[in-house]
């Protein structure tokens, strides 16, 4: 008998379905850590946070000054948001479309707009990736600029805006684009 549970199951009660998105949720921002420690070389802060059981990104952006030196990702305060399952793997095209029409809208703009009002002065930027189908990694939103996180060939999206923070409304830049392709203009910076 397998220990895995159908999420269709219609006897499952509402505290299963909650823990079983939760789980979904910190699996995704787990694979998104230990990746970024993979893709830039940091065997030794994976392990650290494996150690100290803080594999997400608090515990990425509490230690990574410990192991990597390069201001473009120890600047930034990384988050993630997984939003929780619906059953669907396919957006309305109509959705798709209008995407960037609506884009502080979004549902993990809430996330990345909690994140830009926690930041403190030790980070210059914020970044929150989220997952986006068709992305291995997922993609990311940061304010961090455009010249520093795109490199030749990689494409990203640009939005100018306003960011409704809590305390006040800040007009923002934001940089959308693959979280691969992020974590690629950091490595070739560090090379």
């Known amino acids: 008998m397998s220990d895995r549970i159908n999420p269709l199951n219609p006897l499952l009660g509402k505290i299963e379905r909650y823990e079983l998105s939760n789980q979904a949720r910190l699996g995704f921002e787990r694979a998104r850590v230990k ?13 650290c946070l494996k150690l100290y059981d803080e594999m997400d990104f608090d515990g990425f952006n509490s230690h990574l000054s410990d192991y ?10 990384l988050g993630c948001y997984s939003a929780p399952a619906d059953g669907s793997k396919k957006g309305k095209p109509e959705t798709a479309r209008l995407w960037f029409s609506f884009f502080h809208t979004l549902p993990f703009m ?32 940061h304010n961090g600029g455009i010249d520093r996180y795109i490199t030749d ?36 910076e560090q090379e």
């Not at 990597?68 to 305060?77: E, F, H, Q, V, W």
Request: net charge positive.
């Open 35 to 47: 990746w970024t420690c993979s893709r830039l070389g940091l065997s030794a802060l994976e392990k």
């Open 68 to 77: 990597y030196a390069n201001p473009l990702i120890s600047r930034m305060k």
């Open 110 to 141: 809430d996330r990345f707009s909690e994140l830009f009002e926690a930041r403190s002065s030790d980070y210059d930027s914020v970044g929150l990736i989220f997952p986006r189908n068709g992305f291995s990694q997922g993609m990311i939103v």
């Open 153 to 188: 060939g990689s494409a990203a999206h640009v939005v100018d805006g306003k960011l409704n923070a809590r305390r006040a409304s800040h007009r923002v830049r934001l940089v959308v684009q693959p979280y691969m392709g992020f974590i690629d203009a950091v490595k070739l």
